[in-house]
């Protein structure tokens, strides 16, 4: 997915994309928000929906949200993407379909 976003009156597009290197690093772009960290799981919020990174010993090295770019080392186990927390709806919604 794209994202268009205007940095002094010039239209750039952030492309969501993930590098892994070695199982030890992985670079992360066109990231909106980290919904939240720890050693074990790392939670952000992509152009390509949520994306949740496990592992072990896991820190974040690099985090640059004007850039769209985090950066995370240590073991890393697994990558899994939800939809956006819009594309899911409410709690409450959710409860009463």
Do not use: C, P, W
């Not at 993407?81 to 409860?95: K, P, V």
């Amino acid at each position: 997915m794209d994202r268009t976003t205007l940095e002094s009156g010039v239209a750039r597009i952030r492309t969501h994309g993930v590098h892994i290197d070695g199982r030890e690093l992985i670079t992360i772009t066109a990231v909106k928000d980290v919904e939240s960290f720890n050693d074990q799981e790392v939670q952000l919020v992509t152009d390509a929906g949520d994306l949740r990174v496990e592992g072990n010993g896991l820190h974040i090295t690099r985090l640059s949200l004007d850039d769209g770019q985090v950066v995370v080392e240590g073991e890393i186990i697994a990558l899994e993407y939800s939809d956006t927390a819009e594309q899911r709806g409410s709690l409450f919604s959710r409860m009463f379909r």
